[in-house]
């Protein structure tokens, strides 16, 4: 595991410190999980992102530039 040097605001860090000992946690910790949770989150959008892009390549539907929204088709049965 690597670290690293993180400048903060010592009012907030003081007040992160609270947090965390309300939470039986550290600071490292929190900073960790959100650090990670932003990782996460990252590889979801990207992941969603190409899957969107997967569907459009392979979708049967071809409604091109000069398609027309027609609410009475739709409701057709």
Known sequence: MKNITLAIDEKL???VRVVAAK????VNAMVREHLEQVARNENRAREAMAELRRMSETTEARLGPDYKFDRDAIYER
Do not use: V
């Open 13 to 15: 860090l003081d007040q």
């Open 23 to 26: 939470r039986k946690t550290t």
